[in-house]
């Protein structure tokens, strides 16, 4: 233990040997062969940690970057024992260069032992050329994907107009007959045509909905959305229902976004809707509408004070036509949430809620600040032409 306090103790003292130059016999050229040899070899390993440094920090994400540092660390002071070679036939520091060669050999251990243990990990790292065929891949996959969507768009379209051209016809001619003949009929079949009626009107609600469904996402061309005008246009919409119910609504300054308008109006007008349509009886509604700029996204969130949804249905609504109650007591078709889930998994971002029955509810969700939707990357990220 003596002799390692003292080695630490004279660690700069270098009088107890000669410099190298007078330890045996050197000729100017051996001693300068050995001495530019030993410096050429650390100016390479200064080099190689910087590029592997800069390489790091250019290249966000790159996998094992621990590995990379440990490598970087071991090649500098590989070099640092080349470069205390050559000084020492000058300098005889021994103690500084046992104690640089120790801490070499640390670092080369810890390096072997990061190689063995990411070893796997790095076995399943891809080539280039793997990566060029799950590219291909993938961009087959999306124009199936991009041709699928257009087919369903097409045959949403065809399938709304055919549908609905019966159902006017049907309506068409039972407000015919109760026209013509409505002084003919008994009470309960003016009923029945008054139900039917009705009937085929909810029908070609719900086929317009299924295509206004359809349609999100497809509009590729965003512009900048200022989201405090759109909320005031949605409120000059609802002008009538805020009135009737006495419902008020507060929101913070919202930013102004990246975005499709039409998607973005159908997500708030969406939630701001089912605030006024369940709320409590003879309550006034009160909604209010919130932002967080977070790094890379925005969460939003709209709170109500409204029934409240049970815990156990809160992945139930976001599914297109689900209900949780009776339309008799509360009208819609069950695709609002819907829309709105979609909206935002299209722009990539989440959606979710917190409810107590009878307290009220709150939506949260987030757009990202960059917005780039699956049609997006089959436009602008195609790298390699499929021929």
Known sequence: MNDVFDFFRRMA?????????????????????????????????????????????????????????LFGAFILFCGLTHLLDAAMFWIPAYRINALIRFLTAVVSVATVVALIKYFNEAVGLRTSKEFDHELAYRQLAMQELTRSNQELQQFAYIASHDLQSPLKTIAGYLSLLETKHGDQLDADARRLISVSTGAAERMRTLINDVLDFSRIGNEITFTQVNLSQLIDEILEEQQSEMKSTGATLDSEPLPTITGHRTDLKQLFQNLISNALKYRQPNVAPFIRIQVTEEPH????????????????????????FQRLHGRNKYSGNGIGLATCKKVVDIYGGQIWLESTVGSGTTVYFTIPKVIKTLYQYAQTDSLHSLN
């Open 13 to 69: 003292d270098t009088s107890d040997w000669p410099p190298r130059w007078n330890c045996g016999r050197w000729t100017d050229f051996h001693g300068w062969l050995y001495l530019l040899s030993d410096l050429t070899i650390w100016l390479a390993y200064m080099v190689i940690p910087l590029i592997l440094i800069r390489f790091i920090f250019i290249k966000k994400g790159v996998p094992l970057a621990g590995v990379f540092w």
């Open 297 to 320: 996204q925005y969460r939003f969130s709209i709170s109500d004070n409204g029934i409240g949804i049970d815990n156990q249905y809160f992945d139930r609504i976001f599914q297109i």
